[in-house]
């Protein structure tokens, strides 16, 4: 039995695989709610054996969204789009994940299929950001982002409201897996890293401060969250620039989050500002051992990401104990069969790795 397919389980969860479907944003959502898209999209990939299917970052709030195409779940009508998406996963045997987000100051932004640019608040579909401070994301470049609105205490108290309800309405979807995106330069992320982070009230200063809308957004979710279920942390485990968040500091934020139930980190890196690279820039390929780092300094498991393509070095993260999952993201839209490709490479019983409909004839 190859590592890669030997089953894991996080409290009552249980994962057939360490395989993963990263979050995606598939900007194929309207006002916020997922479309027949995501069904093909998520669906397919449980029926193409994956463990782990995760729904792209996934807004607690309309101004959370990155783009007016991106997924939302504030609503009961989100949760009612998602609960046969959810239903149908579980139907072929994978755990259904979530990532509930704020974009922050890198929010009112055309999608990324549109070049990924700011609008302005006077554009039909842009609107004002929120960030820890007024400085924009960037504001020198080409690209020209507009100066978000600097939150206030009690605007921080009522996003981390929007985290909650956003994690009920998860729960009753009946997701297995909760993730809270800590990382790429979005809210919580921005709040963490001293790049952006200047503040000086509670929620700055040294990374105690800086880490307290994270921590204290935890707590509150995990309070809603079942016990029995899952709880995840996306964090940019390192920000990929001169003075920015380094594996000594999320090794320390990792190990708050830890002694707040959270069961395991998922290790990204980059995209606090434009200089810092990393989610699927050329920093990408380093987050995997990072990961294996975090792992060790935290004692929590880990799920490494970034440029995991060959089944073999899959299979090497988790038997050499660097990772516990190995999350795929751009692999898996060139092949949804990639956990059957990875089984054929390492040697294991393929009988069973699709659905049976696919599985019988080809497995
Ligand atoms: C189209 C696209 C959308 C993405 N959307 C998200 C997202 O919603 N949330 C997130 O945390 N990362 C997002 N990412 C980053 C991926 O989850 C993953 O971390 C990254 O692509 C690196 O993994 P890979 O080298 O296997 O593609 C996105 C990446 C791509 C290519």
Same mark, same amino acid.
């Given at each position: 039995?190859?590592?890669?397919f030997?089953?894991?389980?996080?409290?009552d969860?249980?994962?057939?695989n360490?395989?993963?479907?990263?979050?995606m944003?598939?900007?194929?959502?309207?006002?916020?709610?997922?479309?027949?898209?995501?069904?093909?999209?998520?669906?397919?990939?449980?029926?193409g054996?994956?463990?782990?299917?995760?729904?792209?970052?996934?807004a607690?709030?309309?101004?959370?969204r990155?783009s007016?195409?991106?997924?939302?779940?504030?609503d009961?009508?989100?949760?009612?789009a998602?609960?046969?998406?959810?239903?149908?996963?579980?139907?072929?045997?994978?755990?259904a994940?979530?990532?509930?987000?704020?974009?922050?100051?890198?929010g009112?932004a055309a999608?990324?299929?549109?070049?990924?640019?700011?609008?302005?608040?006077?554009?039909?579909?842009g609107?004002?950001?929120?960030?820890?401070t007024?400085? $924009?994301?960037? !504001?020198?470049?080409?690209?020209?982002?507009k #100066?978000?609105?600097? *939150?206030s &205490?009690?605007?921080?108290? /009522?996003?981390?409201?929007q985290?909650?309800?956003s994690?009920?309405l998860?729960a009753?979807v009946?997701?297995?897996?909760?993730?809270v995106?800590?990382?790429?330069?979005?809210?919580?992320?921005?709040?963490?890293?001293?790049?952006v982070?200047?503040?000086?009230?509670?929620?700055?200063?040294?990374?105690?401060?800086r880490?307290?809308?994270?921590?204290?957004?935890v707590?509150?979710?995990r309070?809603?969250?079942?016990?029995?279920?899952?709880?995840s942390?996306?964090?940019?485990?390192?920000?990929?620039?001169?003075?920015?968040?380094?594996?000594?500091?999320?090794?320390?934020?990792?190990?708050?989050?830890?002694?707040?139930g959270?069961?395991?980190?998922?290790?990204?890196?980059?995209?606090?500002?434009?200089?810092?690279?990393?989610?699927?820039?050329?920093?990408? $390929?380093?987050? !995997?051992?990072?990961?294996?780092?975090?792992r #060790?300094?935290t004692? *929590?498991? &880990?799920?490494?990401?970034? /440029?995991?393509?060959?089944?073999?070095?899959?299979?090497?993260?988790?038997?050499?104990?660097?990772?516990?999952?190995?999350?795929?993201?751009?692999?898996?839209?060139?092949?949804?069969h990639?956990?059957?490709?990875a089984?054929?490479?390492l040697?294991?019983?393929?009988?069973?790795?699709?659905?049976?409909?696919?599985?019988?004839?080809?497995?």
């Amino acid at each position: 039995m190859s590592a890669l397919f030997t089953p894991f389980r996080i409290n009552d969860v249980a994962f057939k695989n360490r395989i993963g479907m990263s979050p995606m944003c598939q900007y194929s959502s309207n006002n916020g709610v997922a479309s027949d898209w995501h069904l093909v999209h998520l669906g397919s990939r449980a029926v193409g054996g994956v463990g782990l299917v995760m729904v792209e970052c996934t807004a607690v709030s309309p101004g959370g969204r990155i783009s007016q195409g991106c997924a939302g779940l504030w609503d009961q009508q989100h949760a009612e789009a998602l609960t046969p998406i959810v239903d149908f996963m579980h139907r072929y045997g994978t755990v259904a994940g979530i990532q509930i987000s704020h974009s922050g100051r890198k929010g009112s932004a055309a999608t990324a299929l549109e070049g990924g640019s700011h609008l302005d608040a006077d554009d039909p579909n842009g609107w004002d950001t929120v960030g820890p401070t007024a400085d $924009a994301f960037d !504001p020198d470049g080409t690209r020209l982002w507009k #100066a978000p609105h600097a *939150l206030s &205490v009690d605007e921080i108290e /009522a996003t981390q409201a929007q985290f909650v309800h956003s994690a009920t309405l998860a729960a009753n979807v009946g997701f297995d897996l909760l993730e809270v995106h800590c990382a790429h330069g979005y809210l919580l992320h921005s709040f963490l890293t001293p790049l952006v982070n200047t503040r000086d009230d509670a929620y700055g200063g040294d990374l105690r401060g800086r880490a307290r809308f994270l921590l204290e957004t935890v707590e509150k979710v995990r309070a809603v969250w079942p016990e029995n279920r899952a709880l995840s942390v996306r964090l940019s485990v390192h920000d990929f620039a001169e003075g920015g968040l380094d594996l000594d500091d999320t090794a320390q934020v990792g190990q708050w989050l830890k002694e707040r139930g959270v069961d395991i980190l998922d290790c990204s890196g980059g995209g606090a500002v434009p200089a810092a690279r990393g989610a699927i820039g050329n920093r990408t $390929a380093e987050q !995997p051992g990072m990961a294996g780092e975090l792992r #060790a300094a935290t004692g *929590l498991p &880990v799920m490494a990401v970034g /440029a995991i393509t060959d089944p073999h070095q899959a299979d090497q993260l988790i038997a050499s104990n660097t990772a516990d999952i190995a999350l795929l993201g751009r692999e898996m839209m060139r092949d949804p069969h990639w956990a059957l490709t990875a089984a054929k490479a390492l040697g294991v019983d393929t009988r069973h790795v699709l659905a049976e409909q696919y599985g019988f004839f080809v497995g």
